[in-house]
């Protein structure tokens, strides 16, 4: 597996290095002191992995993930923890506080080897193929702004063309997905397809109600108000019992 290191203090990297030496699968191939070498690097030699601090001068190390078109694995290294909670917003494998623990830094290889085990190769390129549970987290970004959530708090997956709207709290930002590969990816046990344009998740549905034409009307905890097409329905009320 390649990767970058990006910190801007070079004994910090160099540290990390020598304590990489304990796992021959990672190749370091390179490394950057600030966001934007980072950012050049990644494009030219699209590593597997990058090592990325957060606090640098310039653009933070969140800056830099968000001005990526296609972000590797990261796993974040840094001296302050108060930046742990927006590590899991983005698309964190895991967060490793300076200086590195040899233990902590086995573990992220672990949860490298762990993501690495659920990916097959489709048209020459490693896709994840597995079913995502309810506990999965996946990472949303939309311009500037990344989430790396729970697909237990997402309550709908709305269809707007080629992308997706992704509803968690107040946030319902856009993806580049459709509608049929999400639904190939989430466990039907919590995520049904309840039209042609809406994928919702049966643990946030507060009410049901008859509705039109033989259907039924769902409301979630966010407010939204979903039809389920006469066809799901049957299928609905055999999974719910009703």
């Not at 002191?33 to 590593?47: F, H, R, T, V």
């Amino acid at each position: 597996m390649r990767a970058i290191i990006i910190d801007d203090e070079r004994l910090a990297r160099t540290e990390l290095k020598k304590l990489l030496q304990e796992f021959p699968e990672i190749e370091v191939i390179d490394e950057a002191a600030n966001a934007e070498e980072g950012i050049a690097k990644i494009d030219s030699l699209q590593p597997d992995l990058i090592f990325l601090d957060i606090q640098m001068p310039g653009k933070t190390g969140f800056d830099m993930l968000a001005q990526l078109e296609r972000a590797p694995q990261v796993i974040f290294t840094t001296a302050y923890d108060e930046f742990a909670l927006k590590a899991f917003e983005v698309n964190a494998l895991d967060y490793l506080l300076k200086p590195v623990e040899p233990k902590r830094l086995a573990d992220a290889i672990h949860k490298l080897h762990a993501a690495e085990a659920k990916e097959v190769k489709v048209n020459g390129e490693f896709v994840n193929n597995s079913i995502l549970g309810e506990h999965d987290q996946v990472f949303v970004k939309d311009g500037e702004r990344c989430w790396f959530v729970k697909l237990s708090e997402i309550r709908l997956f709305e269809s707007v063309g080629n992308y997706a709207k992704v509803f968690f709290g107040p946030n319902k930002p856009l993806i580049l997905k459709s509608l049929n590969a999400l639904e190939e990816r989430l466990d039907e046990k919590f995520f049904f397809r309840a039209n042609r344009k809406h994928i919702v998740n049966l643990r946030l549905i507060e009410k049901i109600e008859p509705y039109f034409n033989g259907g039924l009307l769902l409301e979630l905890k966010g407010g939204e108000k979903i039809e389920v097409s006469r066809r799901q329905t049957v299928k609905f009320k055999e999974m719910m019992s009703l």
